[in-house]
T-cell receptor, first 116, second 110 residues
Framework: NAGVTQTPKFQVLKTGQSMTLQCAQD?????MSWYRQDPGMGLRLIHY???????DQGEVPNGYNVSRSTTEDFPLRLLSAAPSQTSVYFC???????????????FGNGTRLTVT | AQRVTQPEKLLSVFKGAPVELKCNYS??????LFWYVQYSRQRLQLLLR??SRESIKGFTADLNKGETSFHLKKPFAQEEDSAMYYC????????????FGTGTQLKVEL
């Protein structure tokens, strides 16, 4: 049981390049989300999904796209990378987001992205 | 909008001393509060949540709605408690969209 797996661990991009951060979970969690962490700031929600085929924007969605074609996978796409997107990205999953309570999040190990 | 404040970036205590990591929140609804911890070279993980009212690894936290606080406490710090601690706020009605504080690095010295 690997939990939440993120790839790659590190990535360097040039301004304008595109890439996809991968996230997969093997816990059959319905809810998945992406956060970014910047120095001096808490984790900020980028996008989230409450189930396959359903995605929605979080606090800082600009410059990022997501899709959820399967329960297991929730990739994050940067269409045209900018230096402001230099950050550490965390994927997290949990049981149903439809519950009346907030379920504990299970995190991946993070992807450290640098955009030059 | 909701906000979580952790006023200390770094908290250094000696082994055996009491620990209190501060967390204050701002939210107009009925909050759910969590503490997450990240040990060195490990992933971020849940430490405890206020609705569970439990003690994990000797840590406790009580939700004080009057003071809008959810401070994390432990009577006797251990070396293995050294880690990064994040307070997080969940909104009324669930949804799992947590708002995180900036974190406090706890260093337990021998």
């Amino acid at each position: 049981n690997a939990g939440v797996t993120q790839t790659p661990k590190f990535q360097v991009l040039k301004t304008g390049q595109s890439m996809t951060l991968q996230c997969a979970q093997d816990m059959n969690h319905e809810y998945m989300s992406w956060y970014r962490q910047d120095p001096g700031m808490g984790l900020r929600l980028i996008h989230y999904s409450v189930g396959a085929g359903i995605t929605d924007q979080g606090e800082v969605p600009n410059g990022y796209n997501v899709s959820r074609s399967t329960t297991e996978d929730f990739p994050l796409r940067l269409l045209s990378a900018a230096p402001s997107q230099t950050s550490v990205y965390f994927c997290a999953s949990s049981y149903s987001g439809a519950s009346s309570y907030n379920s504990p999040l299970h995190f991946g190990n993070g992807t450290r992205l640098t955009v030059t | 909008a909701q906000r979580v404040t952790q006023p200390e970036k770094l908290l250094s205590v000696f082994k055996g001393a009491p620990v209190e990591l501060k967390c204050n929140y701002s939210y107009s609804g009925s909050p759910e509060l969590f503490w997450y911890v990240q040990y060195s070279r490990q992933r971020l993980q849940l430490l405890l949540r206020h609705i569970s009212r439990e003690s994990i690894k000797g840590f406790t936290a009580d939700l004080n709605k009057g003071e809008t606080s959810f401070h994390l406490k432990k009577p006797f710090a251990q070396e293995e408690d050294s880690a990064m601690y994040y307070c997080a706020l969940g909104l009324t009605g669930g949804g799992n969209k947590l708002t995180f504080g900036t974190g406090t690095q706890l260093k337990v010295e021998l």
